[in-house]
Protein backbone atom coordinates (compact mmCIF):
# COMPACT_ATOMS: atom_id res chain seq x y z
CA UNK A 1 0.00 0.00 0.00
CA UNK A 2 2.63 2.54 0.80
CA UNK A 3 4.48 1.34 -2.34
CA UNK A 4 1.48 2.39 -4.36
CA UNK A 5 1.06 5.85 -2.37
CA UNK A 6 4.34 7.20 -3.41
CA UNK A 7 4.10 5.35 -6.96
CA UNK A 8 0.93 7.77 -7.33
CA UNK A 9 2.80 10.98 -5.31
CA UNK A 10 6.00 10.43 -8.04
CA UNK A 11 3.13 10.16 -11.04
CA UNK A 12 1.54 13.46 -10.02
CA UNK A 13 4.16 15.31 -9.50
CA UNK A 14 5.82 14.16 -12.89
CA UNK A 15 2.45 15.42 -14.18
CA UNK A 16 2.28 18.39 -12.21
CA UNK A 17 6.01 19.67 -13.59
CA UNK A 18 5.30 18.97 -17.03
CA UNK A 19 2.09 20.78 -16.71
CA UNK A 20 4.29 23.65 -15.39
CA UNK A 21 6.59 23.84 -18.01
CA UNK A 22 3.98 23.29 -20.89
CA UNK A 23 2.25 26.68 -19.17
CA UNK A 24 5.74 28.36 -19.01
CA UNK A 25 6.23 27.65 -22.35
CA UNK A 26 2.92 29.04 -23.66
CA UNK A 27 3.32 32.23 -21.52
CA UNK A 28 7.17 32.23 -23.16
CA UNK A 29 5.29 31.82 -26.65
CA UNK A 30 2.86 34.89 -26.28
CA UNK A 31 5.48 37.27 -24.63
CA UNK A 32 7.27 36.68 -28.03
CA UNK A 33 4.29 37.08 -29.86
CA UNK A 34 3.36 40.00 -28.16
CA UNK A 35 6.77 41.87 -28.36
CA UNK A 36 6.60 40.64 -32.24
CA UNK A 37 3.68 42.87 -32.83
CA UNK A 38 5.01 45.67 -31.09
CA UNK A 39 8.14 45.86 -33.51
CA UNK A 40 5.91 45.32 -36.38
CA UNK A 41 4.03 47.68 -38.68
CA UNK A 42 0.92 47.39 -36.46
CA UNK A 43 3.18 48.41 -33.26
CA UNK A 44 1.15 47.23 -30.34
CA UNK A 45 0.62 49.64 -27.04
CA UNK A 46 -1.63 49.21 -24.38
CA UNK A 47 -2.34 46.58 -21.87
CA UNK A 48 -3.42 42.69 -22.41
CA UNK A 49 -4.64 39.82 -20.27
CA UNK A 50 -4.88 35.98 -20.90
CA UNK A 51 -7.04 33.86 -19.27
CA UNK A 52 -7.97 29.82 -19.45
CA UNK A 53 -10.04 27.64 -17.65
CA UNK A 54 -10.95 30.29 -14.78
CA UNK A 55 -7.16 31.34 -14.34
CA UNK A 56 -5.14 34.50 -15.08
CA UNK A 57 -1.86 32.98 -17.19
CA UNK A 58 -0.68 36.28 -18.73
CA UNK A 59 -0.80 40.32 -18.07
CA UNK A 60 1.59 42.49 -19.45
CA UNK A 61 1.94 45.95 -20.79
CA UNK A 62 3.64 48.04 -23.69
CA UNK A 63 4.17 51.22 -25.35
CA UNK A 64 4.10 54.68 -23.92
CA UNK A 65 1.31 55.90 -21.95
CA UNK A 66 2.33 59.22 -22.90
CA UNK A 67 4.01 60.07 -26.52
CA UNK A 68 5.14 63.49 -25.13
CA UNK A 69 6.69 62.44 -21.03
CA UNK A 70 7.58 59.10 -22.22
CA UNK A 71 5.23 57.26 -19.86
CA UNK A 72 5.42 53.68 -20.23
CA UNK A 73 1.74 51.78 -19.89
CA UNK A 74 1.37 49.37 -16.91
CA UNK A 75 -0.89 46.57 -16.42
CA UNK A 76 -3.10 49.15 -14.31
CA UNK A 77 -3.27 51.45 -17.16
CA UNK A 78 -6.39 52.52 -17.73
CA UNK A 79 -7.99 53.33 -21.76
CA UNK A 80 -11.15 54.27 -23.17
CA UNK A 81 -13.20 51.31 -24.09
CA UNK A 82 -15.21 52.77 -26.94
CA UNK A 83 -17.99 50.22 -28.33
CA UNK A 84 -17.57 47.98 -25.76
CA UNK A 85 -19.77 50.35 -23.54
CA UNK A 86 -22.55 49.26 -25.20
CA UNK A 87 -22.34 45.82 -23.40
CA UNK A 88 -22.37 47.41 -19.74
CA UNK A 89 -25.32 49.35 -21.36
CA UNK A 90 -27.39 46.19 -22.72
CA UNK A 91 -26.77 44.33 -18.93
CA UNK A 92 -28.36 47.91 -17.54
CA UNK A 93 -31.40 47.76 -19.54
CA UNK A 94 -31.73 43.89 -19.18
CA UNK A 95 -31.49 44.33 -14.92
CA UNK A 96 -34.48 46.77 -15.79
CA UNK A 97 -36.11 43.93 -17.67
CA UNK A 98 -35.60 41.42 -14.67
CA UNK A 99 -36.95 44.08 -12.31
CA UNK A 100 -40.03 43.89 -14.19
CA UNK A 101 -39.43 48.45 -15.07
CA UNK A 102 -39.70 47.92 -18.67
CA UNK A 103 -40.39 44.75 -21.24
CA UNK A 104 -38.35 44.25 -24.78
CA UNK A 105 -41.46 44.51 -25.97
CA UNK A 106 -41.75 47.99 -25.32
CA UNK A 107 -41.73 50.24 -28.11
CA UNK A 108 -39.54 53.07 -28.27
CA UNK A 109 -42.24 55.72 -28.75
CA UNK A 110 -43.08 54.96 -25.36
CA UNK A 111 -40.15 57.49 -24.29
CA UNK A 112 -39.23 58.86 -27.34
CA UNK A 113 -42.24 59.32 -29.50
CA UNK A 114 -40.58 62.68 -31.62
CA UNK A 115 -38.29 60.19 -33.37
CA UNK A 116 -39.85 58.90 -36.66
CA UNK A 117 -40.66 55.21 -36.45
CA UNK A 118 -40.23 54.61 -32.59
CA UNK A 119 -43.77 53.01 -32.59
CA UNK A 120 -42.18 50.28 -34.68
CA UNK A 121 -39.06 49.88 -32.70
CA UNK A 122 -38.73 47.60 -29.82
CA UNK A 123 -36.09 47.52 -26.75
CA UNK A 124 -35.51 44.08 -28.78
CA UNK A 125 -34.85 45.69 -31.53
CA UNK A 126 -32.29 48.22 -30.68
CA UNK A 127 -30.75 45.53 -28.18
CA UNK A 128 -29.85 43.54 -31.09
CA UNK A 129 -29.21 46.36 -33.80
CA UNK A 130 -32.24 45.42 -35.80
CA UNK A 131 -33.95 48.96 -34.91
CA UNK A 132 -32.89 50.46 -38.58
CA UNK A 133 -31.51 53.70 -36.80
CA UNK A 134 -28.53 55.07 -38.40
CA UNK A 135 -25.38 53.89 -37.44
CA UNK A 136 -24.35 57.62 -35.90
CA UNK A 137 -25.70 60.59 -35.39
CA UNK A 138 -25.33 63.51 -37.35
CA UNK A 139 -22.51 65.35 -35.06
CA UNK A 140 -18.72 64.51 -35.57
CA UNK A 141 -17.33 62.37 -33.09
CA UNK A 142 -14.98 64.61 -31.98
CA UNK A 143 -18.00 67.08 -31.69
CA UNK A 144 -18.74 68.90 -28.05
CA UNK A 145 -22.31 67.80 -27.67
CA UNK A 146 -24.78 65.37 -25.05
CA UNK A 147 -25.42 62.39 -26.01
CA UNK A 148 -29.52 63.71 -26.40
CA UNK A 149 -27.95 65.76 -28.58
CA UNK A 150 -26.60 63.21 -30.74
CA UNK A 151 -29.78 61.28 -30.35
CA UNK A 152 -32.24 63.77 -31.50
CA UNK A 153 -30.38 64.72 -34.58
CA UNK A 154 -32.35 61.72 -36.20
CA UNK A 155 -35.43 61.87 -34.88
CA UNK A 156 -36.79 63.15 -38.52
CA UNK A 157 -34.58 60.68 -40.35
CA UNK A 158 -36.09 58.32 -42.14
CA UNK A 159 -35.98 54.42 -40.83
CA UNK A 160 -32.83 52.67 -42.99
CA UNK A 161 -35.16 49.58 -42.91
CA UNK A 162 -38.14 48.02 -40.88
CA UNK A 163 -37.14 47.13 -37.31
CA UNK A 164 -36.63 43.08 -37.48
CA UNK A 165 -35.89 43.16 -41.01
CA UNK A 166 -32.32 42.52 -40.82
CA UNK A 167 -29.07 43.63 -38.49
CA UNK A 168 -27.44 46.61 -39.25
CA UNK A 169 -24.94 48.26 -36.16
CA UNK A 170 -26.57 51.59 -34.69
CA UNK A 171 -24.81 53.72 -32.15
CA UNK A 172 -27.86 55.87 -31.87
CA UNK A 173 -29.51 52.81 -30.78
CA UNK A 174 -27.73 53.07 -27.68
CA UNK A 175 -27.82 56.24 -27.43
CA UNK A 176 -32.03 55.96 -27.45
CA UNK A 177 -31.54 52.62 -24.50
CA UNK A 178 -29.78 55.05 -22.24
CA UNK A 179 -32.43 57.53 -22.89
CA UNK A 180 -34.37 55.21 -21.43
CA UNK A 181 -32.06 53.95 -18.46
CA UNK A 182 -32.32 57.40 -17.47
CA UNK A 183 -35.53 58.12 -17.35
CA UNK A 184 -36.88 54.55 -15.80
CA UNK A 185 -34.39 54.19 -13.39
CA UNK A 186 -34.58 58.14 -12.68
CA UNK A 187 -30.46 58.15 -12.27
CA UNK A 188 -27.67 59.52 -14.60
CA UNK A 189 -26.33 56.21 -16.79
CA UNK A 190 -22.96 56.51 -14.93
CA UNK A 191 -24.74 56.71 -11.54
CA UNK A 192 -26.63 53.32 -12.40
CA UNK A 193 -23.28 51.67 -13.82
CA UNK A 194 -21.74 52.45 -10.90
CA UNK A 195 -24.26 51.00 -8.36
CA UNK A 196 -25.40 48.15 -10.25
CA UNK A 197 -22.52 47.11 -12.11
CA UNK A 198 -19.14 48.41 -11.08
CA UNK A 199 -19.60 47.93 -7.30
CA UNK A 200 -21.33 44.37 -6.97
CA UNK A 201 -18.16 43.54 -10.00
CA UNK A 202 -15.84 45.28 -7.48
CA UNK A 203 -14.57 47.12 -10.74
CA UNK A 204 -12.73 50.07 -9.21
CA UNK A 205 -11.04 51.53 -11.90
CA UNK A 206 -13.73 52.21 -14.21
CA UNK A 207 -15.82 55.14 -15.20
CA UNK A 208 -16.69 57.94 -17.37
CA UNK A 209 -14.60 61.07 -17.57
CA UNK A 210 -17.15 64.23 -17.73
CA UNK A 211 -15.48 67.15 -18.36
CA UNK A 212 -12.47 67.74 -20.99
CA UNK A 213 -10.09 69.12 -18.07
CA UNK A 214 -10.57 66.43 -15.67
CA UNK A 215 -7.90 64.42 -14.94
CA UNK A 216 -8.06 61.03 -14.65
CA UNK A 217 -5.21 58.88 -12.55
CA UNK A 218 -3.55 56.47 -14.86
CA UNK A 219 -5.76 56.80 -17.95
CA UNK A 220 -3.18 56.24 -21.21
CA UNK A 221 -3.13 58.87 -23.71
CA UNK A 222 -4.24 57.81 -27.22
CA UNK A 223 -2.16 57.70 -29.98
CA UNK A 224 -3.16 58.32 -33.97
CA UNK A 225 -2.88 61.29 -36.65
CA UNK A 226 -1.91 64.79 -35.80
CA UNK A 227 -0.93 67.27 -38.34
CA UNK A 228 2.76 68.90 -37.26
CA UNK A 229 4.46 72.78 -37.24
CA UNK A 230 4.95 71.84 -41.18
CA UNK A 231 1.37 70.75 -41.73
CA UNK A 232 2.78 67.18 -42.21
CA UNK A 233 0.43 64.70 -41.08
CA UNK A 234 2.75 62.53 -38.47
CA UNK A 235 1.79 60.11 -35.58
CA UNK A 236 1.50 61.64 -32.11
CA UNK A 237 -1.42 62.22 -29.42
CA UNK A 238 -5.11 61.40 -31.09
CA UNK A 239 -7.32 63.97 -31.73
CA UNK A 240 -9.76 64.73 -28.75
CA UNK A 241 -13.07 63.50 -28.25
CA UNK A 242 -15.45 64.03 -26.04
CA UNK A 243 -16.41 60.87 -24.60
CA UNK A 244 -18.83 61.64 -22.37
CA UNK A 245 -21.47 62.53 -25.16
CA UNK A 246 -21.07 58.96 -26.09
CA UNK A 247 -23.04 57.95 -23.17
CA UNK A 248 -24.14 54.49 -22.75
CA UNK A 249 -22.95 54.17 -26.52
CA UNK A 250 -19.28 54.33 -26.00
CA UNK A 251 -18.18 56.87 -22.87
CA UNK A 252 -16.32 54.27 -20.55
CA UNK A 253 -12.64 53.99 -19.36
CA UNK A 254 -11.47 50.93 -17.64
CA UNK A 255 -8.70 48.05 -16.96
CA UNK A 256 -7.75 44.95 -17.99
CA UNK A 257 -8.53 43.70 -14.19
CA UNK A 258 -12.23 45.53 -14.09
CA UNK A 259 -12.93 44.27 -17.23
CA UNK A 260 -11.59 40.23 -16.31
CA UNK A 261 -13.86 41.30 -13.38
CA UNK A 262 -16.88 42.46 -15.70
CA UNK A 263 -16.48 40.09 -17.73
CA UNK A 264 -16.76 37.08 -14.63
CA UNK A 265 -19.38 38.36 -13.12
CA UNK A 266 -21.58 38.72 -15.12
CA UNK A 267 -21.26 34.89 -16.46
CA UNK A 268 -21.32 34.17 -12.68
CA UNK A 269 -24.91 35.40 -11.91
CA UNK A 270 -23.72 38.44 -10.21
CA UNK A 271 -25.42 41.01 -12.61
CA UNK A 272 -28.18 39.19 -14.38
CA UNK A 273 -30.11 35.66 -13.62
CA UNK A 274 -28.24 32.68 -15.34
CA UNK A 275 -30.97 32.77 -17.85
CA UNK A 276 -30.73 35.87 -18.65
CA UNK A 277 -26.98 35.70 -19.33
CA UNK A 278 -27.95 32.49 -21.84
CA UNK A 279 -30.40 35.06 -23.40
CA UNK A 280 -27.25 37.59 -24.27
CA UNK A 281 -25.89 34.56 -26.56
CA UNK A 282 -28.66 33.69 -28.62
CA UNK A 283 -29.29 34.12 -32.13
CA UNK A 284 -32.44 36.84 -32.77
CA UNK A 285 -33.92 35.87 -36.32
CA UNK A 286 -34.07 38.80 -38.73
CA UNK A 287 -36.56 38.70 -42.03
CA UNK A 288 -33.33 39.06 -44.11
CA UNK A 289 -30.48 37.06 -42.58
CA UNK A 290 -26.56 37.40 -44.18
CA UNK A 291 -26.13 33.75 -44.30
CA UNK A 292 -22.20 34.68 -45.83
CA UNK A 293 -21.85 36.38 -42.15
CA UNK A 294 -20.54 34.08 -39.33
CA UNK A 295 -21.70 37.64 -37.21
CA UNK A 296 -24.78 38.07 -35.03
CA UNK A 297 -25.82 40.61 -32.64
CA UNK A 298 -27.38 39.33 -29.36
CA UNK A 299 -27.97 41.38 -26.34
CA UNK A 300 -24.87 43.22 -26.04
CA UNK A 301 -22.29 41.28 -27.15
CA UNK A 302 -21.36 40.19 -31.19
CA UNK A 303 -21.47 36.97 -31.48
CA UNK A 304 -18.84 34.88 -34.16
CA UNK A 305 -20.65 31.51 -34.88
CA UNK A 306 -17.77 29.44 -36.57
CA UNK A 307 -20.05 25.56 -35.62
CA UNK A 308 -19.32 23.07 -38.12
CA UNK A 309 -19.69 19.55 -38.43
CA UNK A 310 -17.56 18.81 -35.67
CA UNK A 311 -20.29 20.74 -33.39
CA UNK A 312 -20.65 24.14 -31.77
CA UNK A 313 -18.00 26.98 -31.90
CA UNK A 314 -18.86 30.65 -30.56
CA UNK A 315 -16.86 33.53 -30.24
CA UNK A 316 -18.53 35.99 -27.74
CA UNK A 317 -16.65 39.03 -28.50
CA UNK A 318 -16.94 43.07 -28.38
CA UNK A 319 -14.45 45.31 -29.84
CA UNK A 320 -14.29 49.13 -29.63
CA UNK A 321 -12.37 51.64 -31.89
CA UNK A 322 -12.26 55.50 -31.18
CA UNK A 323 -9.86 58.26 -31.66
CA UNK A 324 -6.21 56.81 -30.38
CA UNK A 325 -8.27 53.85 -28.68
CA UNK A 326 -8.64 50.23 -29.83
CA UNK A 327 -9.78 47.24 -27.41
CA UNK A 328 -10.95 43.84 -27.54
CA UNK A 329 -12.92 41.62 -24.91
CA UNK A 330 -12.90 38.14 -26.61
CA UNK A 331 -14.37 34.99 -25.19
CA UNK A 332 -13.32 31.72 -26.82
CA UNK A 333 -16.11 29.52 -25.60
CA UNK A 334 -14.97 25.88 -26.61
CA UNK A 335 -11.85 26.26 -25.35
CA UNK A 336 -12.51 28.26 -22.33
CA UNK A 337 -9.59 31.11 -23.18
CA UNK A 338 -10.31 34.68 -22.53
CA UNK A 339 -8.36 37.73 -24.13
CA UNK A 340 -8.44 41.24 -22.75
CA UNK A 341 -6.78 44.03 -25.19
CA UNK A 342 -6.99 47.64 -24.24
CA UNK A 343 -4.86 49.47 -26.32
CA UNK A 344 -3.86 52.93 -26.33
CA UNK A 345 -3.02 53.37 -30.33
CA UNK A 346 -4.98 53.96 -33.65
CA UNK A 347 -2.48 51.39 -35.23
CA UNK A 348 -2.24 48.15 -32.58
CA UNK A 349 -3.72 45.12 -33.89
CA UNK A 350 -5.71 43.43 -31.53
CA UNK A 351 -7.91 40.42 -33.36
CA UNK A 352 -5.28 38.91 -34.99
CA UNK A 353 -3.21 38.78 -31.90
CA UNK A 354 -6.41 37.34 -30.56
CA UNK A 355 -6.27 34.38 -33.11
CA UNK A 356 -2.44 33.69 -32.12
CA UNK A 357 -3.03 33.78 -28.56
CA UNK A 358 -5.34 31.19 -28.93
CA UNK A 359 -3.48 28.90 -31.19
CA UNK A 360 -0.35 29.27 -28.95
CA UNK A 361 -2.57 27.63 -26.13
CA UNK A 362 -4.01 25.15 -28.31
CA UNK A 363 -0.44 23.92 -28.61
CA UNK A 364 -1.43 25.00 -32.47
CA UNK A 365 0.85 26.62 -35.32
CA UNK A 366 0.61 30.88 -35.03
CA UNK A 367 2.47 33.61 -36.98
CA UNK A 368 5.21 36.24 -36.28
CA UNK A 369 3.65 39.73 -37.65
CA UNK A 370 6.24 40.73 -40.28
CA UNK A 371 8.86 43.18 -38.59
CA UNK A 372 8.59 46.69 -39.24
CA UNK A 373 11.30 47.84 -41.95
CA UNK A 374 14.68 49.85 -40.13
CA UNK A 375 14.91 53.27 -41.32
CA UNK A 376 18.23 54.47 -42.45
CA UNK A 377 19.80 57.98 -42.98
CA UNK A 378 19.24 59.43 -46.63
CA UNK A 379 20.96 62.42 -47.54
CA UNK A 380 19.17 65.33 -48.83
CA UNK A 381 21.10 65.20 -52.31
CA UNK A 382 19.52 61.70 -52.83
CA UNK A 383 15.81 62.65 -51.47
CA UNK A 384 16.04 65.73 -54.39
CA UNK A 385 16.15 62.90 -57.08
CA UNK A 386 12.61 62.24 -56.32
CA UNK A 387 10.98 65.50 -55.41
CA UNK A 388 8.19 66.31 -58.24
CA UNK A 389 4.63 65.36 -59.24
CA UNK A 390 3.57 61.68 -60.92
CA UNK A 391 0.53 61.01 -62.95
CA UNK A 392 -2.23 58.83 -60.63
CA UNK A 393 -3.73 57.71 -63.86
CA UNK A 394 -6.46 55.68 -61.79
CA UNK A 395 -7.21 57.69 -59.26
CA UNK A 396 -7.75 60.61 -61.78
CA UNK A 397 -5.42 62.87 -59.39
CA UNK A 398 -1.73 63.66 -59.04
CA UNK A 399 1.19 62.50 -56.25
CA UNK A 400 3.45 64.91 -54.90
CA UNK A 401 6.25 64.22 -53.70
CA UNK A 402 8.32 66.73 -51.90
CA UNK A 403 11.11 67.51 -49.42
CA UNK A 404 9.54 68.91 -45.51
CA UNK A 405 11.46 69.46 -42.57
CA UNK A 406 14.17 67.65 -44.08
CA UNK A 407 12.36 64.83 -44.74
CA UNK A 408 10.39 62.70 -47.64
CA UNK A 409 6.93 63.41 -47.98
CA UNK A 410 3.82 62.90 -50.15
CA UNK A 411 1.05 64.84 -50.53
CA UNK A 412 -2.13 63.14 -52.65
CA UNK A 413 -6.43 63.40 -52.69
CA UNK A 414 -5.93 66.98 -51.59
CA UNK A 415 -5.20 65.44 -48.18
CA UNK A 416 -2.22 67.26 -45.97
CA UNK A 417 1.13 65.22 -46.77
CA UNK A 418 2.46 62.72 -44.81
CA UNK A 419 5.95 62.01 -44.22
CA UNK A 420 8.14 58.87 -46.09
CA UNK A 421 10.69 56.69 -44.27
CA UNK A 422 13.78 55.37 -46.00
CA UNK A 423 14.40 51.68 -46.09
CA UNK A 424 17.14 52.50 -48.64
CA UNK A 425 17.50 55.41 -51.20
CA UNK A 426 14.96 54.55 -53.37
CA UNK A 427 12.32 53.08 -51.13
CA UNK A 428 10.26 54.56 -48.62
CA UNK A 429 7.33 54.00 -46.69
CA UNK A 430 4.54 55.76 -44.42
CA UNK A 431 3.77 55.01 -40.73
CA UNK A 432 0.38 56.24 -40.63
CA UNK A 433 -1.06 53.96 -44.03
CA UNK A 434 0.54 50.54 -45.27
CA UNK A 435 2.06 52.60 -47.98
CA UNK A 436 5.59 51.43 -50.10
CA UNK A 437 7.19 53.63 -52.50
CA UNK A 438 9.70 52.24 -54.53
CA UNK A 439 11.53 54.74 -56.42
CA UNK A 440 13.23 53.63 -59.95
CA UNK A 441 16.74 54.06 -59.48
CA UNK A 442 18.49 56.35 -62.59
CA UNK A 443 21.58 58.03 -63.55
CA UNK A 444 19.34 61.00 -64.53
CA UNK A 445 19.27 63.85 -62.29
CA UNK A 446 15.20 63.31 -61.50
CA UNK A 447 13.75 60.04 -61.23
CA UNK A 448 10.96 59.34 -63.37
CA UNK A 449 9.21 56.61 -62.14
CA UNK A 450 7.83 55.21 -58.94
CA UNK A 451 6.26 52.24 -58.09
CA UNK A 452 3.27 52.72 -55.68
CA UNK A 453 2.69 50.12 -53.80
CA UNK A 454 -0.41 49.25 -50.85
CA UNK A 455 0.02 46.11 -48.21
CA UNK A 456 2.73 45.07 -50.13
CA UNK A 457 1.04 44.67 -52.97
CA UNK A 458 1.38 46.72 -56.47
CA UNK A 459 -1.09 49.11 -57.51
CA UNK A 460 0.39 51.04 -60.21
CA UNK A 461 4.01 52.25 -61.81
CA UNK A 462 3.47 56.39 -61.72
CA UNK A 463 5.04 58.20 -64.48
CA UNK A 464 7.00 62.18 -63.43
CA UNK A 465 5.06 64.77 -64.88
CA UNK A 466 6.80 66.90 -67.67
Known sequence: MRQLIKSSFVVLTI??????????????KIEQLIEANVKSSKPFSGSILVAQKGKII??????LSDLKEGNKNTVDSKYFIGSITKVFTAVAILQLVEDKKIALTDKLSKWLPEINGSDKITIHHLLTHSSGLRRDSHQDYNAEVTYQERLFSIK????EFEPGEKESYSSVGFYALTYILETVS????EEYFKENIFIP?????TGVKKTKNQKIEGLSIGIGNMTDAYGVNDIGPATYFDSYSFAGGGSLYSTIDDMYAFYNALEKGKLLSYNTVRMMKLKWSVKKENKNSRLYHSYGWEIYDYSSDKGPFLMIDFAGKIYGYKTMIRYYENDDIQIIALCNSDFSERSILGWNIRRILLNQEYELPTPAPENIEVNIKEMKKHEGDYDFPSEETTVEIKIINGRLTLTSHGDDPIYLYPIDKNTFYAKLVPLKITFEDTSENKTQKLEFNIDNELIETLNRIK
Open 15 to 28: LFFNYNLIAQDAVQ
Open 58 to 63: YRGAFG
Open 156 to 159: NDTL
Open 186 to 189: EMKF
Open 201 to 205: AKMNN
